[in-house]
């Protein structure tokens, strides 16, 4: 049974920087793909970022390039999201993913497995 486990939100100042982690279990995604994704009160659920096995590489979208920075462990089975200069906007429910597939992977269909969330709120 695959598990993904985020961990890492709570509250932060605007400009802050929090580093969220995503530990999967059950089975490896070494070569296929890990993502994240975040959703506001009220908004679809929205591609933030991920990182793709085979020189697709990281990837990210316009609202959080330059700031946060996907990476991960593959010997742990673990995906990051480091996030910086953060804003207000950012506040969301962020969600891990993972996908056997390999590409640049938007869509959230695409992604197979996924984790329960966790709270990240940015005060102003």
């Known amino acids: 049974q695959v598990q993904l486990v985020e961990s890492g939100g709570g509250l932060v100042q605007a400009g802050g920087s929090l580093r969220l982690s995503c530990a999967a279990s059950g089975r490896t995604f070494s070569s296929g793909t890990m993502g994240w994704f975040r959703q506001a009160p009220g908004k679809e659920r929205e591609f933030v970022a991920a990182?793709?096995?085979?020189?697709?590489?990281?990837y990210y979208a316009d609202s959080v390039k330059g700031r946060f920075t996907i990476s991960r462990d593959n010997a742990r089975n673990t995906v990051y999201l480091q996030m910086n200069s953060l804003k207000p906007e950012d506040t969301a429910v962020y969600f891990c993913a993972a996908s056997s597939r390999i590409g640049i992977l938007h869509a959230q269909y695409a992604y197979d497995y996924w984790g329960q969330g966790t709270q990240v709120t940015v005060s102003s």
């Open positions: 990182d793709s096995w085979s020189g697709f590489g990281t």
